[in-house]
Each structure stands twice: as C-alpha cells, then as structure tokens.
C-alpha cells in the first residue's frame, strides 16, 4: 500500500531535516579542522576531507563522521594544503586586483569585469576539482586538466554550479552567523552532490558514445 500524502509530507520533511543537520555537523568539522591547521593549512585538507564525507553521505553509505573527518584529515594534511594554498593565493591576487580596479571607477570598467571573470572561472574549476579529486583515483595535479575542461565543455551544468555559489554567498553575506553554522558545510555538500550526478551522467554518455 503507497503512503499516505500526509505522510509522505513527513517523510520528505524528515529527510530535508535530516540534510539540514548534516549540512550543519560538516560544516562545524569543516571549522574545527581550518583552525586546526592555522587556518592557511587547514583549510586544505579539512575541505577535502569535507568533500570525501560529502560523497559518502551523498552516496548513502553509513560512517561515524568524527573518526572518518579524522582519518581524512590526518591523511590529506599535505596533499590537501598542497592543493588549495596555490588557489588561495591566485584567489587572493584576484580580490586585490578586483577591489584596486573597483576603487578606480569607470575608467577601470574592462579590467575590473576581466579579473571579475577570472575569479569566476577559479571557482568553478574548484568547484569540479574537490569532487573530482575524492571521486576518482587520481592524482591532484592530474585532476586540474580534466576539472578546466569539464568546466569548459559542461556550460550548463557550470552555469548551475555558479548559481549555487553566488546564492550561498548571497545569503552568507546578507546572515554572517550563517558562515559559523552551514554555509561551508552546505556548499561542499551541495556541490559534491552536483559534481556526482555530472560525472555520472558523462561517464554514461561516455559509455555510449563508444557503444555506438
């Protein structure tokens, strides 16, 4: 016998609870492990290992998070802050040179829309890169060729991964608290979950362009 629609109603109400939550404990461990490392070498490896539980929540399987965080964190210490510090200094050049150009005015209209894109286009090969990185058995470096490329032929799906960026930071700028309780813990899941479904739907189509 199907559920009633009431009850349904509350199954999908538990279950967007239940991600609610989650959101909400990767982001706390996401926290514990960047001020674990200093921040500046923390906050590689905590969001790899954020990505790593990501996937497995998203891929339903059943782990304690504390211990796996641990063990991810312990082991992609090096690997993980070796992946992100370059990005985060390329970040960092790209909101100076931003802000310079947007305290010029209008005379600085076109390099400031060009290092605008540029950061744009550092975020989403990021986006696709974590994912990619816990998801496949690559190495990192090997893994930047394929995340720039994937961004590059996938504007629709990229286009949706920016979207969700910019609402996260949206909100977190409009509810500051929102940083200290989900907004990271969110977008990694969020955007873990996104980068599944589009390997996937690649892999497939991968498949049966060779097929036929």
Excluded at 81 to 89: A, E, Q, S, Y
Excluded at 152 to 181: C, W
Aim: proline share 6%.
């Amino acid at each position: 016998m199907p559920p009633r629609r009431g009850a349904s109603w509350v199954i999908r109400l538990h279950d967007a609870a239940d991600e609610v939550f989650w959101a909400v404990r990767l982001n706390l461990l996401w926290l514990a492990g960047t001020l674990l490392g200093a921040v500046l070498l923390g906050i590689g490896p905590a969001t790899v290992a954020g990505c790593t539980l990501a996937r497995r929540h998203a891929r339903g399987e059943s782990f304690q998070a504390v211990p796996a965080f641990v063990s991810v964190y312990r082991r992609q210490f090096v690997p993980g802050t070796t992946l992100l510090f370059p990005v985060l200094g390329v970040s960092a050049c790209l909101v100076s040179d931003y802000l310079y150009f947007a305290s010029r005015g209008p005379a600085a209209v076109l390099p400031r829309l060009a290092t605008l894109a540029a950061l744009a286009a550092v975020a989403l090969i990021v986006a696709y890169l974590l994912p990619m990185v816990v998801h496949f058995d690559l190495r990192p470096l090997a893994c930047l060729p394929k995340a720039s490329l994937f961004a590059l032929t996938r504007p629709a799906s990229s286009v949706l991964l920016l979207f969700a960026l910019l609402a996260v930071l949206k909100l977190t700028a409009a509810y500051p608290f929102l940083a200290l309780v989900i907004s990271v813990g969110g977008w990694i899941q969020l955007d873990t979950w996104l980068c599944l479904r589009f390997f996937a739907e690649n892999e497939a189509r991968l498949r049966a362009e060779r097929i036929s």
